[in-house]
């Protein structure tokens, strides 16, 4: 559960996606003179040397940071997030590469307040002696000590999260990033998120998230899209096609409760850039979608650079699943080796009756009980206003395709 070490993927693709959506998610938020309260459940150790041990043994910034330092056309949002990682290495050579929580003390203001979490107890210790030598470093500048405007505390952010919401300014920006190391860290993220819009549905909740061939990543953003949020976005990049055996880091998605109106427009200048310079092979690609939560209904969707049609409500099959299908919620599907299924005959109208109506029996003509294991018509499927019982359909097999029990087949998973 602690073993996780972010210096070994410091500068990565997925920090370059991260990072530069949190610049933008604070240039909005500073956009009015009212404080805001950033939160980082996750911290990490705040500042990480790209010369060090463990990032030299992976040399992960090479997909990410390391192609970007040099360019001179990025595109003017990029070279927000490029600047501020320059400011950190004023001699021109890259040597160090911030965390979020770097990110947040360099983008805030004096009036903004900073909770960082982290649980890892070297990492902890770490990240208070980076802001330590900030202070110090701000103190021989002349700057004031940032005093109780960020605190660093050693625990669990899921759990400390939720003792902050709402805050005293009833403005906030909630940055998640867990390792996910373990299957229980997806649950545990959106059990947070339903717990924290429940106390604060107007906070901003930045969710990073690592696209792999597993299924709880699979299945996560569909999840997250049906949080009671107003709206969100998500965003992801892939810069490789994935490895046979699923192994390594080929693409991550930052999704965002409550997001910017701003934001997607910025995406979709910036995104095809990235994908540009950071791609490995043609199956370099980004997404960008967009909605409401109250359904999870998708109300926009770009791929690449090709839009594609809304879809309503319907699940999306994830990129990694294979054929995949979109359904309604309740709509059986048949499989690929089935014929789709007959239509039923409609009702005649005004046809004989055996005997007169008792009470509470169908008023429309339907037969009653298992009367259709004798009608010749009773393999298309009980007609309107027929009961559905396990006898009816056991006379004769389903239609392929057909639901079978009165139960429908769901494509999905379980809770979440």
């Keep these: 559960m602690l073993s996780y070490r972010h210096a070994f993927h410091a500068g990565n693709h997925a920090d370059v996606l991260k990072h530069f959506v949190q610049v933008q998610l604070h240039l909005y938020m500073n956009q009015k003179d009212a404080a805001y309260t950033y939160i980082d ?42 600047d501020l990682i320059k400011g950190m290495n004023p001699s021109g050579k890259m040597r160090y590469y911030p965390g979020s929580p770097w990110v ?33 470093h701000k103190a021989e500048q002349g700057e004031r000590s940032r005093g109780r405007r960020v605190i660093i505390e050693h625990g669990d952010g899921f759990h400390s999260m939720k003792a902050l919401l709402p805050p005293p300014s009833r403005r906030a920006l909630v ?22 819009l429940g106390k604060f549905p107007s906070g901003m909740y930045a969710i990073w998230y690592p696209v792999l061939q597993r299924m709880e990543s699979r299945q996560f953003a569909d999840r997250l899209k049906r949080l009671p949020a107003k709206e969100w976005l998500n965003v992801t990049l892939t810069t490789n096609t994935p490895t046979p055996d699923g192994t390594g880091l080929h693409s991550s998605g930052m999704f965002i409760l409550n997001p910017p109106y701003t934001l997607e427009a910025i995406l979709r200048e910036v995104m095809p850039y990235l994908v540009r310079v950071l791609g490995k092979d043609a199956g ?5 979608e967009k909605g409401t939560q109250v359904t999870g209904a998708a109300a926009g969707r770009l791929v690449g650079d090709a839009p594609r049609a809304p879809v309503g409500n319907a699940r999306r099959a994830s990129p990694l699943s294979g054929k995949g299908s979109l359904r309604l919620p309740g709509q059986s599907m048949p499989r690929a080796d089935e014929a789709p299924a007959a239509p039923a005959k409609p009702a005649r109208a005004g046809g004989p009756r055996s005997a007169a109506p008792r009470d509470g ?56």
Aim: charge should be positive; glycine fraction near 10%; charged fraction near 30%.
């Design 175 to 196: 940055l998640i990033d867990p390792p996910y190391e373990i299957k229980d860290d997806y649950k545990r993220v959106r059990d947070a998120l339903d717990e924290a």
């Design 361 to 416: 029996a169908p008023r429309d003509g339907a037969p009653r009980g298992n009367a259709a294991r004798t009608r010749p018509d009773a393999a298309t499927g009980p007609r309107d206003g027929a009961p559905r019982s396990a006898r009816t359909s056991a006379a004769r097999p389903a239609a392929p395709g057909a639901p079978r029990n009165g139960r429908t087949r769901q494509g999905g998973g379980g809770r979440g």
């Design 104 to 136: 947040a003390e360099q983008m805030s203001r004096e009036q903004d307040r900073l909770r960082l979490f982290e649980l890892h107890p070297a990492d902890c210790k770490i990240l208070a002696e980076n802001f330590r030598k900030l202070d110090a």
């Design 41 to 82: 459940t996750h911290s990490g150790a705040g500042v990480y040397a790209l010369d060090s041990f463990q990032s030299t043994k992976t040399a992960e910034f090479d997909t990410g940071i390391g192609p970007l330092w040099n360019c001179s056309d990025v595109p003017a949002p990029l070279k927000e997030y490029l």
């Design 284 to 288: 370099a690609r980004f997404t960008i």
